[in-house]
């Protein structure tokens, strides 16, 4: 059942975890790459997922801090499982009906968990971060090195003593474990697209500015113009003042960039330089945030105006939801499908990839 715990604990904390990754691992899947690479997230997901799992596999099940009276030791003994496999298991060279049923007894099924358990973790090293034979032994050695000191300390020292024995036999199997996937990763890896091949799509594609990069473009504008702006208020407490320096005077001086689109290496190339960028930095807060706000407060004015009942104000207040939800999502969808909209045509500007392959880190 602790096996059965890890992994629902693993797959409950994944979601929450991948949420607070996944903004700044777009960040950098742009910034390196120019674009987001599907396969290349499902590699980095997928590990962070198995991370995640031998993690609470370790840890699990966790007893109660008042049980834990006294640490239950360690083992410094190296190989020490090959004498209690010899002394513990029914294992008999001569009768093959033992053969079975030795794995399922506890001195061999438990070296056989950590070295399966590990195995992921050298294939990992060696398909995707393209780890060498030497630093992927020492990758494993520190990984289970982490965990026994996790162990060892009682949790980062959230109970008083170790629950769990501190065994330098786990660092010797876990290694092995890792080393067994480094070799095993060989059999299929040519089957699969490399590493390299991978960030080349992810070039290629980086030199369109897709209408999710854009989005995220705007995004990360939105956050670092806020961050901006609390600084520069303790100057000036002008909010319209900071952001015609952010989004109008920025972008002039530096060659259609913002700070967050210069970091993506996108920038917006208008007809005209000058005027489209002024005319643009005013109509966007009007048509996204004014816009939506007046017809709010028409509809709170109806409310009172018509003295409506209870149930008619929350059919029309309901409804002036619904149709501000529609109004931004279909921008949003109108962005992603075809990576402009209606007013890019009447500022007449392109969103422009500055992404060249030498832009990728070897």
């Avoid at 807060?285 to 028409?298: Q, S």
């Avoid at 009447?346 to 500055?354: E, G």
Wanted: charge should be positive; glycine fraction near 4%.
């Amino acid at each position: 059942m602790g096996y059965i715990d890890a992994f629902k604990t693993a797959i409950f904390i994944f979601p929450i975890l991948a949420f607070f990754f996944t903004f700044p691992f777009i960040l950098n899947q742009y910034h390196k790459y120019g674009s987001i690479s599907k396969m290349r997230s499902l590699i980095i997901y997928s590990f962070i997922l198995y991370l995640l799992i031998i993690y609470f596999l370790v840890i699990l099940p966790l007893p109660n801090i008042k049980d834990v009276t006294k640490s239950i030791g360690y083992n410094l003994v190296p190989f020490s499982f090959i004498s209690d496999i010899v002394k513990e298991s029914s294992f008999v060279l001569t009768d093959p009906s033992t053969y079975l049923k030795v794995l399922f007894e506890p001195c061999i099924y438990t070296v056989v968990f950590n070295i399966l358990m590990f195995v992921p973790f050298g294939i990992y090293l060696r398909y995707y971060f393209k780890c060498s034979f030497k630093k992927t032994v020492f990758c494993s050695f520190l990984l289970s090195l982490f965990f026994e000191l996790t162990q060892a300390s009682g949790l980062y020292f959230i109970y008083p003593y170790a629950y769990r024995l501190f065994d330098v036999d786990d660092l010797i199997i876990n290694m092995f474990g890792g080393l067994l996937g480094y070799c095993i990763s060989g059999l299929f890896i040519k089957y699969l697209p490399s590493r390299e091949e991978i960030d080349l799509k992810a070039v290629e594609n980086g030199r369109e500015v897709s209408g999710f990069k854009r989005l995220t473009v705007f995004f990360l504008d939105m956050f670092i113009f806020l961050i901006f702006y609390m600084f520069m208020s303790m100057i000036d407490n002008s909010f319209l003042l900071w952001y015609f320096v952010y989004f109008a005077l920025i972008p002039i001086i530096n060659n259609g960039k913002t700070i967050g689109s210069g970091f993506l290496k996108v920038r917006l190339v208008y007809k005209n330089k000058y005027s489209g960028t002024i005319l643009r930095c005013i109509f966007l807060p009007l048509y996204y945030f004014v816009l939506p706000y007046l017809f709010m407060e028409l509809v709170l004015f109806l409310n009172d105006y018509l003295n409506l009942k209870t149930f008619e104000i929350i059919l029309l207040d309901g409804g002036m939801v619904i149709l501000i939800l529609i109004f931004y999502l279909s921008n949003v969808i109108t962005i992603l499908r075809k990576k402009k909209i209606f007013y890019d045509n009447i500022f007449k500007v392109n969103y422009v990839s500055l992404f060249k392959d030498d832009n990728v880190s070897q």
